[in-house]
């Protein structure tokens, strides 16, 4: 092989910072075994640096350093080898800034390129979240729980050698098993990581995604103004008022504006599903939400509007009833679209509708506290896990 | 007596004289500008301004807002926000002060803040010096700050009102320095002819901030965080802003003309006896009274020298500067100030100049001298081994590979 290979790692912000950095180095060290040469680097934000949001890191391999230089000329790669999203509710897209709109997050992947996803769910499910492409690419899942154990101190639960075991499998072209193995050795001078590498080569399943197979909706997106348009003085016009809703025949309430170029739904792993039969319309998650989520509806209920919810939990916390806002897994949802109406137009099919998804409560992994509460995980995720529709390659 | 003379006669009565020093004459100018926030920290020469305020408020002829705050970052960042709700504001500072609140110099000029602030030009401790240096104001030269260099008393009283009118421009709204020689100018009084109000009012409209005035009537955020998609284009809006600060300049100086009675020539730089001059000198400040008595005595003696005071250093008349400097057989640029390691170890003026000739058909030699720093005098004798210098490279057609040090002990 003499081609560059662009991997690229799409993490939750200071959640899996230290993650997507240790894949990226992994991934170079494990080149450098077998003569390559490679660079890793993040494209620099401050957000990510202090919150959740979605960002990228990146890791490049070529066969000599000239040829390196051709990528290191440009921020980030123009199209990917492989794309990481270490945690599976990433593939509805990302939103990693203002004006960015919703970057698909196969967006980058070249044709026969591979979707390597961190999930319990089955692939044909994944599929269904990621926006359709016009080629095909691959999908490989590595069964687990997204990891979220980076917050100030990094919880090592092998998630970071999981993937890497998992690279080989999916791009022999970017590295040999023995090689990859080699550098986690060197690395984390640990073999119970490199028995997790293994395990995961071994795991790890892929199925095509055929063209215009997926979520078919147009991402939005903005055209970013020149300097002539913008306000001057470094200055944003102030959100102007909101207005009553209308539904049915019933008018009031209160929507208040909401920023139309930056969304933030993408930076949720969870959302609230809300028990309206339970409400008291205490107004204390309309009150608390740090982001103005909720809609005052005409019945004095409080509806989330879920483009604006970036997920944090506050509403749950302030609930003071019991069962009426629950915490519920992004990936057991497919829309945004609002509760209330659902249980205004049918009222039963509602309430079966919240029973089925607080099942989905959300489960990730914050670090392992025995050793083989790993297996015990995998075992735990049953038939559904890894092999999903398609079955491996 | 024909009518524009009668005019001039009225407009001369009406002004009023007073024996007042270059920042007590900003002062004044604070006074009759009807400045509504003055922010201030006391540091030498510039607190000779401040107590000036303080004086005219306690005597009940002022109205401001008078904040003395606990440093020169907080009196700055005040006077920043003052400007952001739409009140009109002067600060100041001198020397390592004017450091001190560099965190808020460099991001007045893109948040389109019109504020003043006087410098009293001080040398940067250590050691603790206090005489003039210009390199305090020169460490902002490049943010997007308006400077200008005043050189009488008389000239800092009206430069303050020609700088808030031209700072408050909708086509502008960038922050101006009025730098004053520490001691020279801060220091020394002399007879100032002080405007009436209503001159005044009539020259300067009243501050209208518009769509990026900060007030709950009219709801914006200021100065969010930005990534690389935007800077670029907040960069391009400040230098679009200094480049209209040119034409803006040039009206206020008309209308000042016309209602003061007052003619500075071109505003952006002084020529005096240049019309046939073959050599030249060329500075800021108030290097120009022992430059002006020289050229009279060289003059007497029959050598035809003259001097070019820049006056706005920001923005800079690079196009009529260059034309006007091309045209003599030699040019000396003298620096209150130093660039350790610059082109040709120069101060910050002289490469300024050697910039402005590069795009002239006519390059004549330029002799750089770094003199006067940290107070000391510039004496006639400095002066005329400068133009000795000058006229030398008149002679070889030739610019020195480095620069003169005029009255260091070797």
């Known amino acids: ?393 | 007596m024909d009518a524009e003379t009668a005019t001039a006669v009225t407009v001369a009565a009406a002004e009023q004289e007073a024996l007042i020093s270059g920042s007590e004459a900003v002062a004044v100018a604070s006074r009759l500008a009807d400045v509504d926030v003055i922010t201030a920290y006391p540091i030498r020469p510039y607190d000779t301004m401040m107590q000036y305020v303080a004086k005219q408020i306690a005597n009940g002829e002022q109205d401001a807002e008078y904040i003395v705050a606990e440093s020169e970052h907080s009196q700055f960042e005040i006077a920043k926000h003052a400007s952001a709700v739409g009140a009109r504001a002067l600060c100041g500072s001198s020397g390592v002060g004017w450091c001190y609140a560099f965190e808020a110099i460099a991001v007045t000029p893109a948040l389109r803040l019109p504020l003043l602030a006087m410098v009293g030009n001080r040398a940067l401790d250590d050691p603790g010096a206090f005489g003039t240096e210009h390199n305090d104001a020169l460490a902002a030269r490049d943010l997007g700050w308006m400077h200008v260099w005043v050189d009488t008393a008389q000239e800092a009283l009206d430069v303050t009102l020609i700088a808030y009118r031209v700072a408050e421009d909708r086509r502008v709204f960038l922050p101006c320095a009025i730098s004053t020689d520490g001691a020279f100018l801060t220091h020394s009084q002399a007879l100032v002819k002080i405007p009436p109000r209503a001159w005044v009012d009539e020259f300067l409209p009243r501050y209208d901030r518009g769509d990026l005035r900060f007030h709950p009537d009219n709801p914006i955020t200021i100065a969010p965080q930005v990534n690389e998609d935007w800077l670029m284009e907040i960069r391009r809006q400040t230098d679009q802003a200094m480049r209209n600060a040119r034409g803006v300049l040039e009206e206020a100086y008309r209308d000042f003309r016309r209602i003061f009675n007052r003619d500075y020539g071109n505003p952006f730089f002084e020529e005096y006896y240049t019309d046939d001059a073959e050599i030249v000198l060329v500075g800021m400040g108030t290097l120009s009274m022992p430059v002006k008595v020289v050229i009279r005595k060289l003059r007497a003696e029959g050598q035809r020298v003259g001097f070019v005071r820049v006056r706005w250093f920001r923005p800079f008349d690079y196009e009529r500067l260059g034309g006007l400097l091309s045209r003599f057989q030699a040019v000396g640029v003298v620096d209150r100030d130093f660039s350790m390691g610059s082109p040709y170890n120069s101060g910050v003026l002289a490469n300024e100049i050697r910039a402005t000739l590069y795009g002239q058909p006519k390059q004549p030699p330029v002799v750089s001298f770094i003199t006067g720093l940290g107070g000391r005098e510039v004496t006639i004798p400095n002066v005329r081994e400068m133009f000795e210098h000058t006229r030398k490279a008149a002679e070889t057609g030739a610019s020195p590979r480095d620069t003169l040090w005029i009255g260091v002990r070797a």
């Open chain 1, 1 to 393: 092989m003499a081609r560059t290979i662009s991997v690229e790692v799409v993490y939750r912000g200071i959640f899996q910072k230290t993650l997507a950095k240790n894949i990226c180095r992994g991934i170079v060290l494990a080149a450098r075994k077998e003569g390559k040469i490679g660079i890793a680097f993040g494209r620099y934000g401050d957000s990510p640096e202090r919150n959740g949001i979605p960002a990228k890191n990146f890791a490049i391999v070529a066969p000599d350093e000239e040829t390196l230089q051709l990528s290191m000329a440009q921020y980030e790669p123009a199209e990917t080898d492989i794309t990481i999203a270490v945690d599976d509710t990433l593939c509805k897209g990302v939103e990693s800034w203002a004006w960015y709109g919703l970057q698909p997050i196969n967006e980058k992947i070249r044709e026969g390129g591979t979707l390597v996803v961190t999930s319990t769910l089955p692939a044909g499910e994944i599929v269904k979240f990621c926006h359709t492409k016009a080629h095909p690419y691959r999908l490989a899942v590595i069964p687990g729980i997204p990891s979220f154990s980076g917050l100030w101190v990094y919880k090592d639960d092998h998630t970071d050698v999981r993937i890497l075991g998992a690279l080989p499998k999916v791009c022999p072209d970017l590295v040999s098993l023995d090689a990859m193995l080699a550098a986690i050795k060197d690395e984390w001078k640990s073999d119970l990581k490199v028995t997790s590498a293994r395990r995961s080569y071994e795991q790890t399943t892929t199925r095509t995604v055929g063209p215009g197979e997926g979520n078919p909706e147009v991402p939005y997106k903005f055209d970013l103004p020149g300097w002539t348009r913008m306000r001057e003085g470094v200055t944003i016009e102030g959100m102007k008022l909101g207005e009553p809703i209308q539904f049915g025949g019933q008018v009031g309430g209160y929507r208040p504006q909401r920023n139309p170029y930056f969304k933030k739904y993408t930076t949720r792993t969870m959302r609230p599903v809300i028990d309206f039969d339970k409400c008291i319309k205490c107004t204390l998650c309309w009150l608390q939400c740090p982001d103005s989520c909720f809609d005052v509806m005409p019945d004095q209920t409080y509806d989330l509007n879920a483009e604006a919810c970036c997920g944090c939990g506050v509403c749950e916390a302030v609930c003071p009833v019991d069962g009426c806002i629950t915490m519920v897994n992004e990936s057991a949802f497919t829309d945004n679209k609002s509760q209330w109406e659902m249980w205004k137009t049918n009222k039963d099919a509602y309430r079966q509708w919240v029973a089925e998804k607080i099942g989905c409560r959300p489960e990730r992994s914050h670090g392992f506290r025995y050793k083989g509460q790993y297996e015990e995980q995998v075992a735990s995720m049953g038939a559904a896990s890894g092999g999903g529709q398609g079955g491996g390659e």
